[in-house]
């Protein structure tokens, strides 16, 4: 398999529950994205890894936990979301932490919070 | 900080060229992108264009850039039904930090 896989595509979850979002990606990238997409909003750029190590939380709230266990696997743990977490997050790669040739996005995982 | 804006929705005709806007505030950018995304899928990168270039085409597609106006726009040749999709404008600036800064996406509609 080529490119950045999300899964689950779909996931519907209750305020207290506990679940995770997982990206894994094969083009050999170093570095890995996890952006928030909500209705008629920019992309929100949630955690940046580069070979493994987070280099940027734009101020996320902790109840969204990155994993980063090795370049090729990105995981995001969610506990005691907020409806208003519900939305398509997406996760990208890019071979480094400068895009110079832009980001591979997969195809994202549609969060429902109830 | 960097902001990049979008018209959020177009309407064209099946055959006619589309335009789509965009414009940032932040004149250190380094590239600049177009991204599209159909229904219930990412975003594909479908072109990028260096700071220090003015135009770029890429068989039905064509970007020009005003670096003094600070303005980016997609130009599609013979838009066509499946061309129907979110396009995104997005920017690496050096005050971001060269991270992908994205807009908020134009909505084109193809009509038949």
């Known amino acids: 398999e080529t490119g950045v896989t999300q899964t689950p595509r779909h996931l519907v979850m209750g305020m207290t529950n506990k679940k995770s979002l997982k990206c894994e990606q094969h083009?050999?990238?170093?570095?890995m994205y996890w952006y928030k997409q909500s209705a008629k909003k920019p992309l929100e750029l949630m955690f940046v890894y580069s070979l493994e190590e987070r280099v940027e939380n734009n101020s996320v709230p902790s109840r969204f936990s990155p994993e980063c266990p090795n370049s090729s696997h990105l995981f995001l743990h969610l506990h005691t979301l907020q409806p208003e977490d519900s939305a398509l997050y997406l996760c990208?790669?890019?071979?480094?932490?400068?895009?110079?040739?832009?980001?591979?996005f997969g195809s994202g995982t549609r969060l429902t919070v109830v | 900080g960097e902001d990049v804006e979008q018209s959020l929705f177009l309407s064209v005709r099946e055959g006619d060229s589309s335009v789509i806007n965009c414009t940032y505030t932040?004149?250190?950018?380094?590239?600049l992108y177009w991204y599209k995304q159909e229904p219930g899928a990412g975003l594909q990168l479908l072109t990028y264009i260096f700071s220090n270039m003015d135009m770029k085409q890429d068989q039905r597609l064509t970007v020009l850039l005003n670096k003094k106006d600070k303005h980016l726009s997609l130009r599609i040749a013979d838009t066509q039904t499946g061309d129907s999709a979110i396009y995104f404008c997005a920017g690496s600036f050096t005050g971001g930090g060269n991270k992908l800064t994205f807009g908020t996406g134009t909505q084109l509609k193809v009509e038949l």
């Open positions: 932040d004149s250190s950018s380094t590239y």
């Open positions: 990208a790669s890019s071979p480094t932490a400068t895009p110079t040739y832009g980001y591979t």
């Open positions: 083009l050999g990238h170093n570095a």
